[in-house]
């Protein structure tokens, strides 16, 4: 805990996957209306913790995102998916990588961090946790899963890196920060295939300083140092929030990579910054409108 205040900020992300001449207007009111109800929470003194894991897992569950319900099967037929939360006043983190069947990944990982002296899960392991646990099973994965807005068919059974993840980061009333991610993976992905989002310290971080989340071609942002490479530029470098996502994404972008990130400081700054199209995303805080938006600039 750091201090008791009524600062409190809020971003969420829906993916940098983006593609410019669609419509993401639905998608826009989607982050909106989380926007709001993550605001009450947070006003209403929730914390950082639960708000993040909320907000992701609505996004899960509607079907809208490349996470959750959004997800399309990988090259073996199988739907995978990837998520992780961490807390940033202890560290305790969680996640889930190639888990299968749960209608919210990021609550299985949530219950990773709550009851599991590990930090990462996988495969039938991530899934027996997960039934042993209590979590939403899908009943049946064949009829379940839908395209999420903006994507085809055709997106879907290709391996050119398309992507798509959720994720949110938040700073509550005490002073502390947590951030969570979700996805489904690119298209058209081999069996197995693991990004960046379930990797503590690459997709996802949160300390005492900052909270970050991260959308776009996994592997990238593993070889760039991902989320722990702008929380060290931030905390040791003496870059400001956007000034350290900027230097992570532009070694993204060196090494052929595409993608996003939002970011929260413990001051309550918000930061979101991407170098592809667009990247779905709304924000809002005690210093903050709600802004929601896919490719107009708000930072």
Known sequence: ?????SRFSLALHGGAGAKTGEDYTVVEQHLAILAAEGEEMLKGGATSLDTVEKMVAEMEASGLYVA???SAPNLAGAVELDASIMDGATR?????AAITDVVRPISVARRVLDHSPSVMLAGNGARSFAEVHGAELIADPENYYV???GVSEDDINVSDMQHGTVGAVALDIKGNLAAATSTGGVFGKPEGRVGDTPII???????EEI?????GTGEYFIRTGGALTIANRFALAGDTLSEALQYMLKDVQSLGGDGGVIAISRSGEI???????????AAVGSDQSLIATTFASCD
């Not at 305790?92 to 889930?96: L, P």
């Open 147 to 149: 395209l999420p807005v």
């Open 92 to 96: 305790n983190a969680g996640a889930v």
């Open 201 to 207: 310290g690459i997709g996802t971080w949160a300390d």
């Open 211 to 215: 909270a970050i989340s991260c959308t």
């Open 1 to 5: 805990m750091v201090s008791n205040s």
């Open 271 to 281: 930061a979101m910054q991407y170098n592809s199209d667009g990247m779905k995303r």
């Open 68 to 70: 959750g319900k959004g």
